[in-house]
């Protein structure tokens, strides 16, 4: 069993930055492959990004790319999403998720969800 809690959303002024930290229960952490997703007020959950359990390999969405980055620390059982220039866009409920060995971004594959924690980017 995993359990993932998010942390660090909040309200920011576009082109600004924030981290989300997702904290992981379980001893499994390190070895599972770990993904960011977004939900937008009216729109689907949509994939962000991805991290391998190693953290060695990452892979992005083409709307966050180069401007978002995964990172985890195995050692803290936590993972990172640094968000920089930030756009109204980008507002949503922001969640990890843990696949196991699965690395990509389809969402069914991903057994273990965080409650997610909101992003509001101002304008």
């Known amino acids: 069993q995993v359990q993932l809690v998010e942390s660090g959303g909040g309200l920011v002024q576009a082109g600004g930055s924030l981290r989300l930290s997702c904290a992981a229960s379980?001893?499994?952490?390190?070895?599972?492959?770990m993904g960011w997703f977004r939900q937008a007020p009216g729109k689907e959950r949509e994939f962000v990004g991805v991290?391998?359990?190693?953290?060695?390999?990452?892979t992005y969405a083409d709307s966050v790319k180069g401007r978002f980055t995964i990172s985890r620390d195995n050692a803290k059982n936590t993972m990172y999403l640094q968000m920089s220039s930030l756009k109204p866009e980008d507002t949503a409920v922001y969640y990890c998720?843990?696949?196991?060995?699965?690395?990509?971004?389809?969402?069914?594959?991903?057994?273990?969800w965080g409650q997610g924690t909101q992003v509001t980017v101002s304008s």
């Open positions: 998720a843990s696949s196991g060995s699965y690395y990509g971004s389809t969402q069914q594959n991903y057994g273990y």
């Open positions: 379980g001893r499994t952490f390190s070895s599972h492959n």
């Open positions: 991290i391998s359990w190693t953290g060695r390999s990452t």
